[in-house]
């Protein structure tokens, strides 16, 4: 929904609840940049998220999966270099307007990348369907200068002033 509206990545986490034996999705506070392309439509830079700090001792984070929008699913240099110290599964998902649409998976183990198949993380892909809305009140989508001037170590939880994209 968000790279339908205005072309914005967004990112969840995955937790695994060592007390109910289930995955969990943390969908953190975050903030997506998007630029306007030559022919009008929202082009996603970023996103940057804050890594949540009151989670259960049970729950350990062994997953994040972001959007690339309408582009191809690939880790960029953005993505390889903010995984380089999060041990785990990243999954990148692009070109939404398919179904399905792309994944690139990939395994990080002490700064080293692996790649994986979908179908050995995921068991069975199914046809999108609705989420929880509230997902959606944890996305601030803003421009470009506002997203790099943005520190959520400084400004969380004030995420609810930065400017939203008009």
């Not at 339908?4 to 997506?32: F, M, N, Y």
């Not at 940057?48 to 880790?75: G, N």
């Not at 989508?141 to 400004?155: L, P």
């Amino acid at each position: 929904q968000m790279s339908d509206e205005c072309g914005a990545e967004a990112i969840v986490l995955l937790a695994w609840d060592e007390k109910e034996h289930q995955v969990r999705t943390i969908v953190p506070a975050q903030v997506s940049a998007v630029s306007n392309s030559s022919w009008g439509s929202g082009y996603p830079i970023g996103v940057k998220y804050q890594f949540p700090r009151d989670l259960p001792r049970h729950w350990k984070v062994f997953c994040d999966i972001h959007s690339h929008c309408e582009m191809a699913a690939y880790a960029s240099q953005t993505d390889v270099e903010d995984e380089e110290t999060f041990a785990g599964l990243h999954i990148v998902v692009g070109r939404l307007h398919l179904e399905p649409p792309d994944f690139h998976v990939e395994g990080v183990v002490d700064g080293h990348r692996y790649p994986l198949n979908l179908a050995d993380v995921v068991e069975g892909y199914e046809q999108r369907r609705e989420f929880p809305s509230e997902w959606l009140d944890q996305v601030v989508v803003t421009n470009y200068s506002a997203y790099r001037a943005f520190n959520f170590d400084q400004q969380h939880p004030s995420i609810a002033k930065l400017e939203p994209l008009q």
